[in-house]
């Protein structure tokens, strides 16, 4: 039948692979549609046919978007192009962010058959993670294995930092490592006519495409984690220098699991409080290590959280690091204010009576807090917002004035509390170290759970209560400290504590 | 001043006969509307068509050197009433809003429009917002066209087809005295592409010389009886007309062999879908030239039988390529078959699925199991009998966050959202509802707020069940641009109306800013060509509400937390409103931003805003964050090994609009943020004062130095 002769299968039309798809995804607001267009004039103006479409609407309000660009050799006749990058057939991926390249994974468009993948390190963190009271941010590592996996190429670096260093956007850089990639048969400078003749910004633009381009050949150069050498840059007088180094001394003679950490910790409360206070530290230490007949995991987590307990949040601590050396002079690195430039500094205080009555003495402090008529009153006079101008003499002498008082501090009510605090939940650790090593390690590790200022640091404090009251419930039991890990990644999932909640109820119903 | 500008394209719409015009879609309607003549335009705004409106207003110079009236109009129905224009006069008119929301506004105007029959050709240019990128519930407006006899153009989405279809629609429009719709999809309205350009026509008759020669017709007025002879004038003349238009204008077109045992009929918008599918298989070339026969449909209603049963014959199979539910078209292409006792074989939703969008991936597997049943030697073998294994890449999808839209930084709704959650930790959770518009996003993580949506400048009406009150009062937002959308009527009228004890909050950012910062009524900008600067309140206050508070610094959280306290706890009886007004920071920085950088040239004193956060302070609690989601507002983490979770940071994109300070202030969060501002070309006074300043401070700093030790960073 000659219908059926015309129905049989023909070669795929060879020009057919000369169309080429490039596909950007981009977080709304970076810049894709101004790096669409310079593709697109750049494939014009080098005797390609081209079209370009994108996804406008609310998506370009900070949320996932995406461009589409697709390529032919000019013939006599328009081409037909695709106006949606399909699953298994895109040439070369944009990623303008790195979740944004695992999401282009995710949904097909990065083969290893045919997708040049080029996604920018750097994170622009979705609400999800940054609302978690702990740590919710996404697993970059995991994102770039299966890029790795999934791509023909990848190329990969903070397309963005490398933007800003070169003062213009992430689409210039990474139209750069686009151009170095050598997936487009278009040579560097027609890329760069290409920003000319766009006009805008051109300067920064060329630089930053230079950038861009060099990180892309040069792919050894990938994100960098320094990795501290534990040298601590410690100033200050002979006298107690002396006693310092004698301190970290007496921190290295520790197991060296627990030295580096120990010495990190040692530095932190000597900063917070003096050396006396180190020593107490080392002494508390001491104590741990003495019950630690495990493999020294219970001694170095007690040098970290111990370090953070002992160097608790009060408005001491707060006011020095205010008025501190140096700190004037990172702001301004931060601002990039130059020497011909003036700037102001407000802080954000808001004192309540809680924080006024921290600073009475241990006693007078406890009659207070429970009076409830002297707390409103306290409030009447202290409780507002505080707008402090720290580049003002006057504002700038208040809180020097509150960061020197170190002396008081260990007669305070807030210090009595911190101790009481410290005391009963190492005791709790050292107690169990004996019949349960784990449970005591994870014990530990519950101070992570305390942080935060007034209301916040109530919450995280109950938290801490509630999630000790669960240990307690599956104390004695072979899974003790593997319930107790996850009452404590419970309490940091959510604010409300719904997750513990959860976690609590389950242990009830089977203790 | 919308956020886009096209002034510069706008210069590309004067091309005449033999020059090219290369650009996006949107523009070459425009260029289409100019080369028909058209006589007026208007619409109202929503992707994908915003920048039509946006392009519309930029050209407005140009289009009233033509004689074209261009109107921004209220809503969409106010936009479908215009085309009233063109019912007795022969003027050319069309309007555009978005698919399927618009037409939904639109259905009371457009349904008189239909059954009265128009003289001028009258078009609505509808964006279809479906699939990815859409911000509306998944419609289709098919079914509008079909309720009230709209001839549907859907045009491939290549420039050249578009453009065609706005002079075939306007000539089908008035050869069958019927108005048509010309759906184009969101991608289609942003492709890039040329056509080959005519010359710009003015309108024969023009609206301004339309009043000089009234014209009316009661014949032509719907109103009984002459309603029953507009139906029967629809079936037996209007109807035939558009199919004897269609047919002999061959506004749908037949590509690939005439003979062949398989077909596709397909919509013109998935025409390169379809087409790249093909191509996959193997089954077209690079220019579409294709072995297997199709049907396109630019017209998508009215069908035409005769048509597409000539495309049938001899044929086994035909599938449908239609996107969307229900599935108008292949129920009714089923209909002509049975009709016609056909024996052919039709597949449409079977292979395809019933809902969501015709993505690449969905096209190619459609198409390969429709080839595959009905002519499977026609397949490559590399696709009949796959052998190549597919790697496994790790799962991501518990990896990847999900990335919503949400308040830009800087926005002013941020703050009323924070003070909304503050007090709703003091007086519990409330009923409230929402609107359409950046608002919006204020009921995703982390505010939450809000639980429906029930239509633009519907919320505080979608609480009137709730209007008779109760231990709490319900509350309800709604935008600027919602509130003159329809809000005023439908919402603030029938709260004053029925004594409503709830509350409600309009969110005025200047701007109809969620569609692309169009100007609207109580817009500050100075317009040349509309009113502005009529403050809400004012109208508000006009529908007889007396409890109207407005706070003219949305920053200010502690101001908004207290009146929006005030608004739930008041003893006063009905309905009480908050107007909150500040600028939409995207426009405000676009306006403003070029300003600033001008003056810092010129040598004259700017201060700059930015805020940061001291690392050391903050302990990484997050609180912040769930009072802000700002994108500045972000996360680090700390290279200490003490420290476990990220803390604060934030980026160089704050704009410094004082949502972090303010709300650390009011929700009495921790006392790490700080702001700096950074004075650029500082008075001589103003220098020479700091410097002692920062000399007496420097002492202090390092008197204490001496007595300390300092710990720097591990280095």
């Keep these: 039948m000659t219908v059926q002769e015309a129905l049989t299968a023909r070669e795929t039309d060879p020009r057919l692979e000369g169309i080429i798809k490039l596909a950007i995804l981009a977080v709304g607001g970076q810049g894709g549609g101004v790096l669409t267009g310079w ?26 978007t995406v461009y589409y660009i697709e390529m032919a050799p000019a013939g006599d006749r328009p081409p037909i192009f695709s106006l949606m990058p399909a699953a298994g057939d895109v040439d070369v991926m944009i990623a303008a962010e790195l979740m944004e390249a695992g999401r282009a994974i995710m949904r097909g468009f990065v083969t290893p058959d045919r997708t040049v993948l080029i996604a920018s390190s750097h994170r622009a963190l979705a609400v999800s993670e940054k609302t978690a009271p702990g740590d919710g941010i996404a697993s970059s590592s995991e994102v770039v294995a299966a890029a790795e996996v999934a791509a023909r190429h990848f190329i990969v670096d903070d397309f963005d ?20 990639s050598g997936t487009l048969p278009f040579p560097r400078d027609a890329f760069e006519a290409a920003i000319r003749a766009g006009g805008k910004g051109v300067d920064a633009s060329l630089r930053a495409f230079a950038a861009g381009f060099g990180a892309a050949l040069d792919e050894t150069e990938e994100t960098t984690t320094d990795t501290p050498d534990g040298q601590r840059n410690v100033t200050g007088p002979e006298p107690l220098m002396r006693a310092w180094s004698g301190l970290t001394e007496r921190a290295r003679q520790l197991p060296a699991s627990t030295a580096e950490m120990a010495e990190a910790g040692l530095a932190k409360v000597v900063q917070f409080q003096d050396l006396a206070y180190g020593t107490e530290y080392l002494d508390r230490l001491d104590d741990i290590a003495a019950v630690d007949q495990g493999d020294g995991t219970l001694t170095r987590e007690a040098a970290k959280y111990l ?19 140096g700190r004037r002079e990172r702001i301004a690195s931060e601002m990039q204010a130059g020497e011909a430039q003036v700037m102001h500094v407000t802080e954000f205080l808001h004192p309540r009576a809680e924080e006024i009555v921290s600073m009475f003495p241990a006693k007078m402090g406890a009659r207070w807090a429970a009076d409830a008529q002297r707390m409103a009153r306290l409030d009447r006079w202290f409780n507002r917002g505080r707008r402090m101008r720290t580049d003002r003499l006057f504002s700038f002498l208040a809180l020097y004035v509150v960061g020197g008082m170190k002396g008081w501090r260990r007669r305070t009510y807030r210090h009595a509390q911190e101790l009481a605090h410290i005391e009963s939940w190492t005791g709790r650790a050292k107690t169990e170290a004996e019949r349960d090593y ?50 404590r990644e419970s309490a940091l999932a959510d604010e409300d504590g719904k997750t513990l909640d959860g976690v609590l109820a389950t242990i009830r119903s089977f203790v | 001043m919308a956020e886009r500008s096209f002034k510069a394209e706008v210069e590309h719409l004067k091309l005449g006969e033999g020059e090219t015009f290369t650009g996006e879609g949107i523009l070459a309607i425009t260029k289409a509307l100019l080369e028909s003549g058209v006589g007026y335009v208007g619409g109202y705004q929503g992707a994908p068509i915003s920048h039509l409106m946006d392009v519309l207003a930029d050209a407005e110079e140009l289009m009233t050197d033509l004689g074209i009236r261009f109107e921004a109009n209220a809503n969409e129905a106010a936009a479908g009433a215009m085309l009233a224009a063109s019912v007795h006069y022969p003027i050319r008119g069309a309007v555009t809003f978005k698919g399927a929301v618009g037409v939904n506004v639109a259905s009371d105007s457009l349904a008189n429009l239909a059954s009265s029959g128009v003289t001028g050709g009258a078009m609505i240019i509808v964006g279809e917002d479906y699939g990815e990128g859409s911000s509306i519930m998944q419609e289709r407006t098919h079914a509008f066209a079909m309720k009230s006899q709209f001839w549907l153009l859907d045009p491939r989405p290549n420039l050249p087809s578009i453009v065609k279809a706005v002079s075939d629609g306007f000539e089908l429009s008035e050869a069958s005295n019927s108005p048509v719709m010309l759906m184009v999809r969101i991608r289609a309205c942003h492709v890039t592409g040329s056509f080959a350009c005519r010359d710009n026509q003015r309108p024969k008759l023009t609206a301004s010389e339309a009043l000089s020669d009234p014209r009316s017709d009661f014949s032509r007025v719907v109103l009984p009886p002459m309603s029953y002879a507009h139906e029967q004038d629809k079936v037996n003349n209007r109807w035939p007309a558009a199919e004897k238009f269609v047919r002999e ?21 998935m025409y390169n879908g379809v087409i790249r599918a093909l191509q996959r298989l193997g089954l077209a070339d690079i220019y579409g030239e294709t072995d297997v026969p199709l049907y396109v449909l630019n017209v998508t209603y009215p069908l035409i039988s005769d048509e597409f049963l000539e495309f049938c014959a ?46 690449g991936a969905v096209m190619l597997d459609a198409i390969e199991g429709f080839v595959r049943q009905s002519a499977p030697a026609m397949l490559p073998a590399a696709v009949r009998a796959p052998n190549v294994e597919k790697p496994e890449t790790p799962d991501l999808s518990k990896t990847v966050p999900i990335r919503p839209p949400g308040f830009c930084t800087g926005c002013p709704e941020r703050p009323i959202f924070a003070a909304m959650k503050l007090v709703e930790k003091e007086l519990g959770k409330h009923q409230i509802a929402g609107d359409i518009g950046c608002h919006l996003f204020a009921s995703l993580p982390p505010f939450e707020i809000g639980g429906a949506t029930m239509g633009y400048g519907l919320g505080p009406a979608a609480n009137g069940a709730f209007d008779g009150g109760g231990e709490k009062r319900p509350v309800a937002i709604i935008g600027d641009g919602g509130f003159w959308h329809s809000g005023l009527s439908s919402s603030f009228t029938n709260m004053a109306f029925n004594k409503s004890d709830g509350v409600a909050i309009v969110v005025d950012n200047f701007y109809s800013a969620a569609t692309g910062g169009q100007d609207i009524m109580s817009s500050r900008a100075d317009n040349a060509t509309k009113l502005t600067k009529h403050p809400i309140s004012k109208a508000i206050k006009g529908v007889g509400i007396d409890w109207v508070r407005e706070v003219d610094r ?30 939409c920071m995207l426009n405000r920085q676009r306006r403003e931003k070029p300003l600033r950088q001008k003056a810092i040239k010129d040598g004259r004193r700017v201060e700059t805003p930015r805020f940061g956060v001291d690392e050391e302070i903050c302990t990484g609690d997050h609180a912040c964050m769930r009072l802000s989601g700002c994108p500045s507002l972000s996360l680090k983490k700390l290279d200490d090994p003490l420290r476990d979770d990220p803390v604060a940071s934030i980026d160089q994109s704050c704009v410094g609009c004082g949502n972090c300070g303010e709300v650390a202030d009011a929700a009495i969060l921790c006392p790490s943020f700080y702001r700096a501002d950074v004075i ?8 020479w004062w700091a410097g002692k300043r920062a000399a007496v401070i420097g002492w202090l700093i390092r008197r204490r130095a001496t007595r300390r030790l300092a710990f720097g960073a591990a280095s």
């Design chain 1, 307 to 325: 370090a953070n307990a002992m160097a608790y949040d009060d408005i001491i601590r707060v006011a020095d690091a205010k008025t501190r050396t």
């Design chain 2, 249 to 269: 204008r061959k506004l749908n077109e037949f590509f690939g062999p005439g003979d062949a045992p398989l077909g596709i009929v397909v919509q013109g918008g």
């Design chain 1, 161 to 180: 930092a490398l933007a800003v260093r070169n003062g213009s956007a992430i689409s210039a850089t990474l139209f750069g490592a686009l151009a170095a």
């Design chain 1, 438 to 487: 784990d449970l005591a390690v994870e014990i530990v590790r519950c101070q992570r759970l305390v942080k935060g200022y007034s209301d916040t640091h109530a919450r995280s404090q109950s938290k801490f209560s509630r999630v000790l009251d669960g240990i307690d419930l599956v104390t004695g039991r072979d899974d003790a400290a593997d319930w107790a890990r996850r009452l």
């Design chain 2, 554 to 583: 949305t920053y200010d959280v502690g101001r908004m937390r207290d009146t929006i306290r005030e608004a739930l706890t008041t003893p006063a009886k009905g309905p009480k409103v908050i107007v909150a007004s500040s600028e």
């Design chain 1, 39 to 64: 593709i697109e004039a750049l494939a014009r103006a080098n005797g390609y046919a081209a079209q370009a479409t994108s996804v406008a609407g609310v998506a370009q309000r900070t949320g996932a």
């Design chain 2, 680 to 687: 650029s070309n500082p008075g001589k006074f103003e220098q």
């Design chain 2, 314 to 359: 001899g044929k086994e199979h035909v599938l449908v390529v239609e996107e969307g539910q229900p599935e108008f078209i292949e129920s009714q292409l089923g209909s002509f078959l049975y009709r016609a006792q056909s024996s052919v074989k039709l597949h449409g939703k079977d292979l395809f699925p019933m809902a969501g969008e015709y993505t």
